[in-house]
């Protein structure tokens, strides 16, 4: 069973500039949630994704949006990058949205914004 | 508002000592679900334990337990016998109803040999 990843691992990029980041989930999950975690806090949840169609939103802007393709993998999408952007972006996949179940997590990709 | 608070921004104990990490959480909700995860230095984020809010018994697992206490919002987490693999960023988290987890600021705990 391989678990959930995400690339890149490291990504440098300047502000103004846009960004995409990638989650395979894990096999036999179809919703993958994504989460901002500044450095020296806590994850806070950007959005899900549960069958291809957003299931819920945190208090992030539209420059920050996402996709979820048939094979339930995902992407985020940042435009318009600000310095408060830099962070370690988490995803976290799981069988089904919300309740009880674990949301498994991925590595992150640690974005620098200069 | 649904927030959690971790008052506890360090710890550090001895090997196989005993330590608690404290969380209280705040929500108009009456049903959800806690957790807590650990975040090793530079590793994935994994789940320790989780508690149903409608189930009065308090969930263990393994060395670690937890506290519930739904009428204060509290939810601490104990780790007996600490081993220095538990050394780790610790978040206490929940699921307001659906979808999102709502996690505290972590509480970083230190294994010493």
């Known amino acids: 069973e391989t678990g959930v990843t995400q690339s890149p691992t490291h990504l440098i990029k300047t502000r103004g500039q846009q960004v995409t980041l990638r989650c395979s989930s894990q096999?036999?999950?179809?919703?993958v949630s994504w989460y901002q975690q500044a450095l020296g806090q806590g994850p806070q949840f950007i959005f899900q994704?549960?069958?291809?169609?957003?299931?819920g939103r945190g208090n992030f802007p539209p420059r920050f949006s996402g996709l979820q393709f048939p094979n339930y993998s995902s992407e985020l999408n940042v435009n318009a990058l600000e310095l408060d952007d830099s962070a370690l972006y988490l995803c976290?996949?799981?069988?089904?949205?919300?309740?009880?179940?674990?949301?498994?997590f991925g590595p992150g990709t640690r974005l620098t914004v200069l | 508002a649904q927030t959690v608070t971790q008052s506890q921004p360090e710890m550090s104990v001895q090997e196989a000592e005993t330590v608690t990490l404290s969380c209280t959480y705040d929500?108009?909700?009456?049903?959800?679900?806690l957790f807590w995860y650990k975040q090793p230095p530079s590793r994935q984020m994994i789940l320790v334990i989780r508690?149903?809010?409608?189930?009065?018994q308090n969930a263990t697992e393994n060395r670690f337990s937890v506290n519930f206490q739904k009428a204060a919002k509290s939810f601490s987490l104990k780790i007996s016998d600490s081993q220095l693999g538990d050394t780790a960023m610790y978040f206490c988290?929940?699921?307001?109803?659906?979808?999102?987890?709502?996690f505290g600021q972590g509480t970083r705990l230190t294994i010493n040999p």
């Open positions: 976290a996949s799981s069988t089904t949205a919300g309740g009880p179940n674990e949301q498994f």
């Open positions: 096999s036999g999950h179809n919703t």
């Open positions: 994704y549960y069958r291809e169609e957003e299931n």
């Open positions: 929500t108009s909700e009456n049903n959800y679900y």
């Open positions: 508690q149903e809010a409608y189930k009065q």
């Open positions: 988290a929940f699921t307001p109803g659906a979808q999102k987890l709502v």
